[in-house]
């Protein structure tokens, strides 16, 4: 009697197949696996990128705006942002931030006892500056506690003390502002050769910040999309 005939081919491919198509679900897994986990990282940094660019401008730029505001409303020309005074009140803001608030320091301070800077000259060469193109300028430090949650009273510590006589200074034609924990300093520049902070360019740098912020952000965008899609 003859012995029926296995189809062995058959019964070997399926296996075969079965292993192949396991295969491609194993590196399918492990590819979105691998997307997923590269778009948490970018997702991630997008935050704490976007989180660091809002911390370090939003009280700067808001008493910027407020400041402005006070000078128009008392019918004087708006300040111009000046990148060397900005510079200035960065480091001058961190020379102060270690200093505590009290009830004479900042923008109430006696007049004659302000802070004193034994390395001044250096602290003005770090910005390009020396004394002679600085001397018209102002400095005016204010010390607010938590200042990050009190702009209104970041704003009134400069247009509602002893700061208020020389915002409504018409010789003034810049400014440049700068913190450091709970310090934020507003250097004033003026357009005569002993106050121009001559090196800084009185152009508003907001807009190239702008363009940073926004082009970081589209980057991060675009990686994440492409992920996917290869």
């Known amino acids: 009697m003859p ?44 935050l704490f990128l976007s ?6 401008i939003d009280e700067e ?22 990148e060397n005074a900005e ?23 006696v007049p004659g006892t302000e802070p004193q800077f034994a390395d001044y000259p250096n602290i003005l060469a770090k910005c390009h ?8 300028g102002l400095i005016m430090p204010a010390c607010v506690p938590f200042l990050e949650s009190s702009p209104s009273l970041v704003l009134t510590n400069f247009t509602k003390s002893q700061y208020s006589l020389s915002l409504n200074d018409s010789k ?3 400014m440049g502002i700068g913190k450091e924990d709970d310090w934020i300093v507003v250097v004033l520049t003026t357009n005569t050769p002993q106050g121009s902070f001559s090196t800084a360019t009185k152009v508003d740098s907001n807009g190239f910040i702008f363009a940073i912020g926004f082009f970081h952000h589209v980057f991060v965008f675009i990686l994440s999309f492409c992920f996917f899609l290869c």
């Open 3 to 46: 012995r029926p005939i296995h189809n062995r081919t058959t019964s070997h491919a399926a296996p075969k197949k079965d292993k192949i198509i396991i295969k491609g679900l194993i590196e399918s897994v492990s590819m979105a696996s691998y997307k997923l986990t590269v778009l948490l990282l970018l997702s991630f940094i997008f």
């Open 51 to 56: 989180g660091h660019v809002l911390s370090d």
């Open 61 to 82: 730029d808001v008493l910027f705006k407020g400041i402005n505001s006070y000078r128009a409303s008392q019918n004087l020309t708006t300040l111009n942002n000046n």
């Open 87 to 109: 510079c200035l009140a960065d480091e001058i803001a961190d020379q102060l931030k270690n200093n505590p608030c009290t009830n004479d320091t900042g923008s109430v301070t």
């Open 129 to 136: 500056l020396s004394v002679s193109d600085t001397r018209d």
């Open 172 to 174: 003034f034609t810049g």
